[in-house]
């Protein structure tokens, strides 16, 4: 007897349907949403952020509108017929064999497996039929010159909603068949692991995926999946629908009464599915909310306020629909993605535009002077403006959390499906990041989620109520200039490019992020930087220590938060050290407290070139500014081996450019300088003292060094040029010890760089030391011109040659309270 399999594969293969022997994960499975997006296509959920703003048009953009609705609801109609169609091909064979004395389905499992399914095709080839027809007499043809009256009275005329209300008052069919979904999935699993022929049959579905005639490859529980998936797209279609529909229109009311029944079906699924929210997954784990917050969704480029959901084997993207008073929120769904090969990668800060700058300090001010109009009325003002206020105040606040991130988290899934997270916070994004890939580890199973039930599960699931506003927050805080002094880090695994970002919360009235500039490739980082934040109503520190390499994304090595309390902060410097996971950062902290000011306009970086060193030392809050240092260390790192380092000069366009990029912004400076040209590099460091308005080593000491130089006793000569170095201020003393340094380093590989002491005295000798200007009313005897230059190379010279040079002090003493012993503060 003929093997009953074998004709199975026949008759799919009269049908054109191709059957596939392997075995393998298809890469179109039961979590693909190419066709979800496809049905939602014209039933976008509105990207129109809290609160509801209606939109108004006139009836002829209206009708413009519903036609195009129409042709979308026509399109998504073909496409689940065709998805239908796929799922009922092997039906037949199935039945035949069930008959027989080796069925591959036994009768009653063919009956579970495709309980109303035929009806439900029958059902929508019929309203899909009868709505094309329409359509079709309605955009025969195009207007004419003068047929554009006849056109918008047409479509007036063009009726379809008793099409609509036909086919919901057939939606119990859905009914049967949702009650039926769990046993006939079971049926189809149970039989794929213990049926060779169904599971070749179950893997191999195919369906026409468009006038393209290409061929979609699915399992036969996506399949089968689909109609769940359709009927909770029921409501948002009318919906669509009625929002294009003039009142005035033939339909409405038709309409109307079509979306009550179907959310009157659909509220009695509902009810009926509770016990659908905790989902049992593979592994005997159930369905769990892991985590939840409001996030910043980027769509076409409009960005909404999102509440995101991440359960145990999905992402759930929903809109809040605040309710009036008395009433429950309400959650609209926007999309998910399964956490089955989820691919997640961050994207460092994005520079913001002017306008949006303009635009954020503009929100920023509103907000800063309606809060302190608040805090003068709180005691005289009626409670009902005082309310009205507060309400205010909070959709300003809504505003700038929409418009102020800059962190991209990217999400992609397996089928190529891709959605975009802005989060204003980088370490909540690496919360996030974390959570997320710590689920991606895992071996998930993706259970097809009831969309409808799950989302509105979310009002009792939810952990996080609100979005995070700082209006709403009650407790100690600081108020008034917190200054942050990042020291080093050590304990690293690798050498590696690091940063420090830190964070701190309160009012959004000034920028509360700022990061280091990335440090050379090593072990043990150093940066002394101070960054500076103005605060209202800051709780928390929150520091990251992120590392970069090259041609990769940044990894945060550590993450940790610090409690603000203003009893352990003053205005002298306290010392500690964070535990960031393995890495251990050492930074200073002290807080001055005073009333809070308005918000100034993004303050840009003071420049550093062209201005006194003394002034670069206290802005910068170091002793050798970090042009300085970057520079040196980035000719320490690729330079040293460079014939003529210092001698050649490099290319004077790109000298300019990272000229500029250090008087604007430090962190882009230094990523500039990591891929500049070596000469380039050094040609800045020889640029920026030269352009000092006033000598490192000061004028008035020329004449003092050029007689020091005459002195014959060399032990005399010595105490004296030392004695005279001591003499200068400190910020000019420590940076030219440390470019001294520098420069014997560099002197040590004389036989490869060809650069010898006397060579670089003499490249460095007339910007580091000039002679007094004639007539500036200084004193002394002048120095003859022809000697000046001899002077300028011989003193640097003889202090490169210097055995015992002091040490260069890099940073200002953050550590001055001496009471405190160094903490660690581990996380």
């Known amino acids: 007897m003929m093997d009953l399999y074998q004709e199975a594969v026949h008759y799919l293969e009269s049908q054109h349907v191709p059957v596939e022997t392997e075995t393998d994960v298809l890469e179109e499975d039961v979590f693909h949403e190419e066709a979800v997006s496809c049905l939602l296509s014209p039933l976008q959920v509105e990207s129109i952020d809290l609160p509801d703003t209606p939109t108004s048009c006139s009836p002829e953009e209206m009708l413009e509108k519903r036609l195009v609705v129409l042709k979308g609801i026509l399109e998504s109609e073909e496409l689940y017929l065709r998805e239908l169609e796929a799922l009922l091909m092997p039906m037949k064979a199935l039945w035949a064999s069930a008959g027989t004395s080796q069925p591959v389905l036994s009768s009653q499992q063919v009956q579970i497996v495709f309980y109303q399914v035929p009806e439900l095709r029958d059902m929508h080839q019929t309203f899909y039929s009868s709505l094309k027809t329409r359509l079709s007499g309605h955009c025969q043809t195009d207007p004419g010159p003068g047929e554009e009256r006849q056109m918008k009275h047409t479509g007036h005329e063009l009726m379809v909603g008793d099409l609509f209300l036909k086919m919901v008052n057939q939606i119990g069919l859905y009914g049967g068949f949702i009650e039926n979904y769990e046993k006939a999935v079971e049926v189809v699993r149970m039989c794929t692991q213990s049926e060779p022929r169904f599971r070749t049959l179950a893997e191999s579905m195919m369906f026409n995926n468009g006038a393209d005639k290409a061929r979609t490859k699915y399992t036969f529980e996506a399949l089968l999946y689909k109609p769940l998936d359709r009927v909770t797209k029921t409501t948002l279609v009318l919906r669509d629908l009625l929002k294009t529909t003039p009142e005035e229109h033939g339909d409405y009311a038709t309409l109307q009464e079509a979306l009550r029944l179907s959310r009157s079906f659909l509220s009695g699924v509902n009810e009926s599915s509770q016990c659908k929210r905790e989902v049992m997954l593979s592994h005997g784990m159930r369905r769990k909310l892991m985590r939840d917050g409001f996030v910043v969704d980027v769509s076409e480029g409009e960005r909404s306020l999102r509440h995101l959901f991440l359960y145990t084997d999905l992402l759930l993207c929903t809109r809040v629909k605040q309710a009036t008073r008395g009433k429950q929120d309400q959650y609209r769904f926007c999309w998910y993605l399964p956490l089955a090969a989820l691919k997640v990668r961050w994207v460092a800060d994005q520079e913001k535009s002017d306008h949006t700058h303009l635009r954020l300090h503009a929100l920023r001010t509103k907000m800063f002077i309606l809060r302190q109009q608040l805090q003068q009325q709180a005691k005289g003002a009626r409670g009902l403006y005082l309310s009205r206020s507060r309400k205010k105040l909070e959709q300003m606040e809504l505003m700038l959390l929409t418009l102020s991130p800059v962190y991209r988290l990217e999400l992609h899934s397996l089928s190529g499906k891709s959605h975009t997270l802005l989060f204003t916070s980088l370490y909540e994004l690496e919360e996030w990041r974390e959570a997320i890939h710590q689920l991606t580890t895992e071996n998930i199973e993706t259970v097809p989620p009831d969309l409808l039930t799950l989302t509105s599960a979310c009002v009792k699931l939810r952990m996080t109520q609100q979005p995070p506003l700082q209006s709403s927050n009650i ?264 470019i001294l340094h520098h420069l014997q380093r560099v002197s040590k590989k004389e036989d490869i760089n060809k650069m010898s002491l006397m060579n670089l005295a003499t490249v460095f000798g007339p910007s580091l030391i000039r002679p007094p200007v004639a007539g500036l009313g200084h004193n002394g005897p002048s120095v003859d011109i022809s000697q000046e230059v001899v002077v300028q190379v011989q003193v640097v010279f003889w202090y490169l040659q210097c055995n015992n040079l002091p040490e260069a002090q890099i940073s200002v003493a953050h550590d001055t309270d001496t009471d405190t012993d160094d903490e660690t503060t581990h996380m």
């Open 475 to 738: 407790g100690e805080s600081l108020c008034g200039t917190l200054s942050v002094a990042i020291h080093s880090a050590c304990e690293l695994q690798q050498p590696s490019c690091v940063y420090v970002c830190v964070e701190v919360d309160g009012y959004q009235f000034y920028d509360t992020q700022a990061q280091t500039h990335s440090s050379v490739h090593t072990l043990n980082p150093h940066w002394d930087q101070e960054l500076s934040f103005q605060v209202d109503g800051a709780q928390n520190l929150r520091v990251l220590c992120v590392g970069q390499s090259d041609g990769q994304d940044d990894t945060v090595l550590g993450k940790s938060t610090l409690t603000l309390e203003s009893k352990s902060l003053t205005q002298r410097w306290r010392r500690q050290t964070l535990q960031l996971g393995q890495v251990k950062v050492t930074l200073s902290l002290k807080y001055n407290p005073h009333p809070s000011e308005a918000p100034s306009c993004t303050a840009q970086q003071r420049p550093v070139f062209c201005v006194h060193i003394e002034t670069v030392s206290q802005q910068e809050g170091v002793l050798v500014p970090h042009v300085v240092r970057c520079c040196v260390q980035e000719v320490e790192r690729r330079g040293m081996d460079e014939v003529g380092i210092y001698r050649i000069s490099g290319t004077a366009s790109e000298i300019s450019t990272l000229k500029a990029a250090f008087n604007t912004n430090l962190r882009e400076a230094v990523t500039r300088l990591r891929s500049a040209e070596v000469n380039a590099v050094s040609g800045v460091l020889k640029l920026y003292f030269r352009e000092l308005p006033r000598p490192l080593i000061p004028t008035e000491l020329f004449q003092s060094l050029a007689t020091a130089l005459d002195i014959p006793d060399i032990k005399s000569r010595s105490v004296s040029l030392l004695s005279l170095l001591q003499s200068c201020p400190a910020a000019n003393r420590h940076t030219f010890l440390y």
